[in-house]
């Protein structure tokens, strides 16, 4: 029943998103060079998806609370301290769309506020050990916290910079929930948060794409910190029942795509004395909306995405391959759609 009443509230809960964001003044405004928007925006996608969170959480445990306990176990401080993680990011984001922090600072706090949250986190919740396609096991022992944390940074900043255009940031969020649910247990609390996550970035894609709002670094922050832990407990959860689908380079798989393209960005402007951390206009998604328009921008980029994974749950020998042959046509697609750009 929480997932009916969140679905019907989730429009309400948009519109206040939208009333809260006007408040606060909390505007995106165009630039003339990277942010190629006509007029200010409403950054929306923090507040909202933060209030969905919350809300089902609130839903959940006190609607639901007696059922739930008796059908699985559960450990509620670590529902509790995801909450609490996922607020503190909300907040950072929130404050840098409002005065736009220095990113190296940024990045520090979002990987202090990982690391501490991690400390009292569950074995569940941390990357304890890394298991290949091949069965090899490598233990991470004392440096997992790190290493954790360590990633979800990477993920975080990836997917930062991949929020570019309308409804991109939103449809590789629905992608990846999508992906890591099918490998989620159907009476898992996180199975039923993630219909819910679904359906609401549905809702916002569709504004989004409309220039109606915008995801802000607090959506993003709300959103990839959400996925980064209910992924690694995904992939321990799995691990447990020795299931073979999910493990390191699945997940690899699935999140390389923004991946590939920060680490291309970073070498470049590393290598042309330029800071890493300073936005531009030479982003994969950019060459795409320069050439192919909005939409078809947007299907190209979810298709590189979702085609492998499908080709991958079908046939998993395939993995290694997939890998390399998505490696190939993101550098083929960047070599020809930037010597495009650059005649233009």
């Not at 209030?51 to 670590?78: G, R, S, W």
């Not at 440096?143 to 993920?155: A, R």
């Not at 993003?220 to 390191?248: G, K």
Request: charged letters at 15%.
């Amino acid at each position: 029943m929480s997932i009916f009443y969140l679905i019907l509230l989730s429009p309400l809960i948009l519109f206040f998103s939208f009333k809260i964001s006007k408040i606060f003044n909390v505007y995106d405004y165009p630039d003339n060079n990277r942010k190629i928007h006509n007029k200010p925006t409403l950054i929306v996608g923090g507040v909202f998806f933060q209030l969905i969170i919350l809300f089902f959480f609130i839903l959940f445990f006190f609607l639901e609370k007696n059922n739930f306990l008796q059908t699985m176990a559960i450990n509620i401080d670590d529902h509790l301290l995801l909450l609490t993680t996922i607020t503190l990011l909300f907040l950072l984001g929130y404050y840098d769309d409002k005065k736009n922090l220095r990113p190296i600072l940024k990045l520090s706090l979002v990987f202090l506020i990982f690391l501490l949250s991690l400390i009292y986190f569950s074995d569940d919740y941390k990357l304890k050990k890394l298991i290949s396609f091949t069965n090899y096991v490598f233990y991470l022992d004392f440096n997992s916290i790190i290493f954790t944390s360590f990633c979800f940074v990477v993920l975080l900043n990836a997917i930062n910079m991949a929020d570019g255009i309308n409804s991109l940031s939103s449809n590789i969020f629905i992608i990846w929930i999508f992906f890591i649910n099918l490998f989620l247990p159907y009476d898992n609390f996180y199975y039923f948060m993630n219909i819910v996550l679904i359906f609401s970035l549905v809702l916002f894609s569709i504004l989004n794409y409309k220039k109606l709002c915008f995801m802000g670094d607090a959506g993003c922050f709300v959103l990839v910190s959400y996925i980064s832990f209910i992924t690694v407990f995904t992939y321990n959860l799995n691990i447990e029942d020795n299931a073979i689908y999910l493990n390191i380079e699945s997940i690899f798989l699935l999140f390389m795509l923004p991946g590939l393209d920060m680490l291309r960005l970073f070498l470049k402007r590393s290598y042309k004395g330029k800071n890493p951390f300073i936005g531009d206009k030479d982003h994969f998604h950019h060459f795409l909306l320069n050439n192919f328009g909005n939409f078809k921008s947007l299907l190209i980029y979810n298709l590189l995405i979702i085609i492998p994974w499908l080709i991958y749950i079908l046939f998993t020998s395939m993995l290694p391959y997939l890998i390399i042959i998505v490696l190939i046509i993101y550098l083929i697609l960047i070599a020809k759609l930037q010597n495009i750009y650059e005649k233009n």
